[in-house]
């Protein structure tokens, strides 16, 4: 069983493109273990990423899945930081749905407590809705079967990884809450480019396809005015589905991982520090190749 977390923002114009690439990716890979779909605050607003992930679902055919509402902000972190990025979107279509939504950390409660040592959570964002479920329910953590997540940088010259940076205080908490952890950061993550010409070539009958089509050439825009790709970009959240659907795919390490919470500055920061405490599993190494042909298989066909 499957909980996915996400700050989707495919369906935001300007935005990121991977979160949805990765539930369109896990869906078509595994979706008959996919239980509920949570949503947090990150890429776009809670709101924005609310019309985006009931949009991208009903392209889906998964409108069945449970949706759980969660943080609209970080535990602490009110990211005005990111204004200026968020400035450059484009307005978020709606899609009207009034039905009531439960709280993403009940959500993820009830089903673990449900399913002991049955649910694996992917989370591809900031860690909120997470830390707020351990904190409201510390009782979760060893009937948790694993968590999976997108976030952080072990690289050598440590920078703020955006997931992290968006509720440090969170992911403090995720990283030492005692449960089976495999953490995929951004260095690895980078080292898996998608093609702008292979988006091009993703079929446009499909709306969900056509949608990730569509958004891809702006992104990569973004993506190179700000040095980061070369007429490409990273699907990084992919990447955290990928490890669920093949573990071969990464040569993991057991390592404890530090947030920095404070100065201002270096807040969001994550460390590999030397091995006391909760140890979690972090990706040291990716089979590039067979990664991105893995993903990409699984977005080109049924």
Known sequence: MIIFDTDMSLGTPGAEIDDGAALIFLLRAMGERVTAVTITHGNTNLENVLHNSRHLLTYLGREDLPLGRGAAQGIIEEKAWFADWQAGYGRTPPWPDQSPLPLAANLIIETVRANPGQ????????????????????????????????????????????????????????????????????????????????FARLPDDDPALKLLKTQADG????????????????????????????????????????????????????????????????????????????????????
């Open 119 to 198: 649910v694996t959570l992917i989370a591809v964002g900031p860690l909120t809705n997470l830390a707020l479920a351990v904190r409201l329910a510390p009782d979760i953590v060893p009937l948790v079967r694993q968590v999976v997540t997108m976030g952080g940088s072990l690289a050598d010259k440590p920078t703020p990884e955006f997931n992290a940076r968006c509720d440090p205080e969170a992911a403090h908490i995720v990283l030492n809450a005692g449960w089976p952890l495999r953490l995929i950061g951004l260095e690895i993550t980078s080292q898996v480019p998608f093609s702008r010409a292979a």
């Open 219 to 302: 992104w990569i825009d973004r993506v190179e005015s700000m040095g980061w790709g070369n007429n490409d970009c990273s699907l990084h959240d992919a990447l955290a589905v990928a490890a669920v659907l093949d573990e071969s795919l990464f040569e993991w390490q057991e390592t404890a991982v530090s947030v920095t919470l404070h100065p201002q500055n270096q807040r969001g920061i994550t460390r590999a520090v030397p091995q006391k405490g909760n140890l979690v599993e972090t990706a040291v190494s990716v089979d590039a190749d067979r990664c991105r042909d893995l993903i990409w298989s699984y977005l080109v066909t049924e």
